[in-house]
């Protein structure tokens, strides 16, 4: 985010512009978007198969870990929904566009970068675990953050170039140089520190004429952020005919420099901006004058006190205590008890719909979640001064409580208007929601997602929420999921309780070695998965929206069933390989059989999602009959939506490994599936 090319600009000059850190005993802020998505791309983590989220877990462990070792107290400062003047929309549109690149690359077996669609959840419950004080802001968070940090004067911690024009006190150290990996002893002590380097706005400013540091939002906004890039800069810039800078590398490097050295022959802006005007017409001269003052105020401290949260639990933010939110979606906003998507989509009446590494040749995996929006848009129906205005200006989709999604269309982008679900009277009320009988809010979530109470009481608290989804997704996949994508599923979900059975000293050593035994026996599938099979990969993807909308919904009715643990929930390389293997068999008992507290909560998670699945999922795979039917098998061998396939190598039929059991089909097994029909 941030001023493009500014971040590569600073660090090319780092010698000038940076000075070395031993940071050790000290406040921290922490800008929580910047470091989930630099641990995410630089963790070689896997990122094709929908997200590892117990190894990106893992990672960010150590991450606070690390600093913990070092006394330094980190404060994790998370954005929160869109900016409700929505001019960042254009942006944002274009950020979409470019991950549904990646996201296509990724697919067909190139390289790119795209968060897995639960990533920040999975971050901010590992902060929770953690006991990492956090909080979500209301809208973006680089002003809240520079308050902040100048208020108990610390240094910021992101990797967004914003934070080289903020007047920051103690300054901005980016990810990049934050060598947390390689924290160090100090000579002759027990004391640890982390190398890092620190960006100085001061020399910055000495290194072109002592520029006034006041000037730095305007060659901010001249530069082109995210939140304006003005169309007449163009025009002015051929104008004042910027010199060639010597040492500047490409054209963004030659603006930055450029501009950087004119705007250092004024005193301060008011100046700087009087010059500007004069090379455009007259007509319009106020307006545009209105425009570059307006996007430098983004550079100013925010009214928000964000050291009251992390002293009282609670703080007042301006902007939706204005929109007149209830107050308890204002705090669960800002304790991250509620998604950026709830309050994009009841102040904004839009939303923007993530995408995954997915077939593109398909309609958007969040399609299949789509009714599970429309009851939350039918909650969110709430009415405000600030809504009514919108809707009067033509802000909002015309219909009462519709709301806007941003999705992915093909490789591009397109708005879709959604009407909200019709909802009794009682669930109307929006401030008075998490007042309802917990009875009452549940029985929505699970009408919802077209599953009887019943049917999870024999499942874990813990897992009643995933397995509630998975029925959903059951119904609604397209195309319709086959057996051994749900087995893959439950054997994955099944994962995070296995890992504390062979973790559980109580146990007796017989059951416990059992359950470790099988842990590390499905954690040994994880870096087998092959190549990528887009049509499984599209199923995984919609059963993930399916799983984060179904999230949201029972956050916004006030968790009427428990959250589960995503960080040991679903792990796409996990799943993947699972797929692979168990596509040849109908039963998973071979492998479950050492122990039986895991193929019993297995056999418990099975039988409640199979009453929910259509009746051919159980219906055993015709064999070809004849010479012309094998030879077509045959040729589909090769699937198109196969990427990257290579032969099949003769690994997992080793005698000795139980997953041998899964790979061949027996008379047994046909009979096995007749029955389940």
């Known amino acids: 985010m941030g001023i493009r090319g500014l971040m590569s600009f600073v660090e090319d000059h780092s010698n000038e512009f940076f000075t070395d850190l031993k940071l050790r005993d000290t406040k921290l802020v922490i800008d929580g978007y910047a470091l989930f998505h630099r641990l995410c791309f630089n963790s070689n983590l896997e990122l094709r198969y929908g997200g590892d989220y117990d190894s990106f877990a893992d990672v960010v462990q150590k991450f606070f870990e690390s600093l913990f070792a070092c006394n330094i107290r980190p404060y994790v400062v998370l954005d929160g929904g869109c900016d409700i003047s929505d001019k960042k929309l254009t942006t944002l549109k274009d950020r979409l566009r470019e991950k549904i690149q990646a996201a296509h690359s990724l697919s067909v077996g190139g390289g790119g970068y795209v968060c897995p669609l639960l990533i920040r959840e999975v971050f901010i419950q590992v902060l929770i675990k953690l006991q990492v004080c956090f909080v979500q802001c209301f809208s973006e968070a680089d002003r809240d953050i520079m308050t902040l940090a100048n208020h108990w004067n610390c240094p910021v911690l992101s990797s967004d170039s914003d934070f080289c024009i903020f007047d920051l006190h103690t300054g901005f150290c980016p990810l990049s140089s934050f060598q ?318 296995l890992g504390a059975m062979a973790r559980n000293p109580g146990k007796e050593h017989a059951q416990t070695g059992g359950a470790r035994m099988l842990y590390e026996e499905l954690q040994s599938v994880k870096g087998t998965p092959g190549a990528l099979h887009l049509d499984t990969a599209h199923l995984l993807c919609q059963w993930q929206s399916c799983l984060q909308m179904g999230l949201y919904l029972n956050q916004l009715l006030g968790r009427p069933l428990p959250e589960p643990d995503l960080t040991r929930l679903y792990s796409g390389s996990l799943v993947h390989g699972l797929c692979q293997r168990l596509q040849a068999s109908v039963s998973v008992e071979g492998l479950l059989g050492p122990c039986p507290e895991a193929e019993h909560l297995y056999q418990q998670l099975f039988t409640a999602t199979k009453s929910c699945a259509p009746a051919e999922l159980f219906l055993p795979k015709r064999k070809p009959s004849s010479r012309r039917d094998k030879q077509k098998k045959k040729g589909t061998g090769r699937s198109k939506n196969r990427v990257g396939a290579t032969p099949r190598a003769p690994s997992w039929r080793d005698g000795s490994n139980r997953f041998a059991l899964l790979m061949c089909e027996s008379p047994e097994a046909h009979a096995e599936a007749c029955e389940l029909e």
């Open 180 to 497: 947390w990996r390689n924290r160090n002893a100090l000579k002759g002590t027990q004391d640890y520190y982390i190398p890092a380097k620190c960006f100085s706005l001061g020399a910055f400013c000495r290194h072109f004429r002592n520029m006034n540091r006041a000037l730095l939002p305007l060659f901010a906004v001249l530069c082109g952020n995210d939140y304006v890039s003005p169309p007449f800069v163009d025009a002015f810039l051929s104008k004042i005919r910027l010199p060639l800078q010597a040492g500047s590398k490409g054209r963004r490097h030659h603006r930055i420099l450029g501009l950087l050295n004119w705007l250092s022959h004024f005193a301060d802006p008011a100046e700087a901006l009087d010059n500007i005007l004069k090379y455009l017409p007259q007509k319009g001269r106020e307006n545009v004058k209105e425009l570059l003052c307006c996007s430098m105020e983004e550079y100013q401290q925010s009214q928000a006190k964000l050291q009251d949260f992390f002293r009282d639990g609670v703080y007042i933010c301006p902007d939706a205590r204005n929109l007149g939110l209830p107050e308890w979606v204002q705090v669960a906003l800002a304790k991250g008890q509620l998604s950026p998507f709830i309050s994009d989509a009841l102040v904004l009446r839009r939303t923007i719909l993530h995408t995954q590494v997915e077939n593109m040749k398909q309609p958007n995996a969040h399609r299949t979640s789509q009714p599970i929006r429309q009851t939350m848009y039918g909650l969110l129906s709430y009415p405000s001064a600030h809504l009514e205005n919108l809707c009067r200006n033509g802000g909002l989709p015309p219909r009462p409580g519709a709301v806007s999604e941003v999705e992915r269309i093909h490789k591009n982008i397109k708005t879709s208007v959604v009407g909200p679900a019709k909802l009794p009277e009682d669930l109307r009320d929006l401030g008075k929601l998490v007042e309802l009988p917990l009875l009452r809010r549940q029985r929505l979530l699970l009408e919802t997602l077209g599953v009887n109470r019943t049917l999870l009481e024999p499942i874990p608290a813990a897992l009643q929420l995933p397995v509630a989804v998975s029925c959903y997704w059951l119904q609604h996949a397209e195309p319709r999921a086959e057996l051994h994508h749900l087995q893959a599923l439950l054997l994955a979900i099944l994962t995070g309780p």
